[in-house]
């Protein structure tokens, strides 16, 4: 039981960074500092999505899971939980550019404030 528990943290803290990955950059705006672990975030998280790398959350999950006999799912977070309940395996390079872009996108507006106020 405390495996499953754990597990379900783990799922949480997971949706946590990815909407840190979405929203820190808004969060930098007031919170300057901020910048020093959003932008290694986006980057990582970029880096992750092209070479197609595993998370270590993902993997702590999974391990957790098995620990508590519960079943596991093959591959990563993102396809389980949000891709495939559009009927994507998350896989497609559409998948990958779109998340790109939309992260991307998302960044820009709270950056360009950010350093046009200070340059």
């Known amino acids: ?27 930098a705006v007031p919170y300057r500092w901020v910048i020093w672990l959003h932008v290694p975030a986006i980057a990582y998280s970029v880096l992750i999505t092209i070479v197609g790398w595993s998370c270590p959350l993902t993997l702590l999950e999974q391990r957790l899971l098995e620990r508590a006999g519960a079943p596991v799912y093959s591959g990563e977070f993102l396809p389980h939980y949000l891709w495939s309940r559009f009927g994507l395996t998350g896989s497609e390079i559409s998948v990958a550019v779109s998340l790109i872009v939309v992260l991307i996108a998302v960044s820009a507006r709270p950056y360009w404030l950010i350093f046009r106020v200070h340059s």
Do not use: C, Q, R
């Open 1 to 27: 039981m405390a495996y499953l528990v754990l597990a379900k943290l783990v799922v949480a803290l997971h949706v946590g960074f990815i909407v840190f990955i979405f929203a820190g950059a808004w969060v």
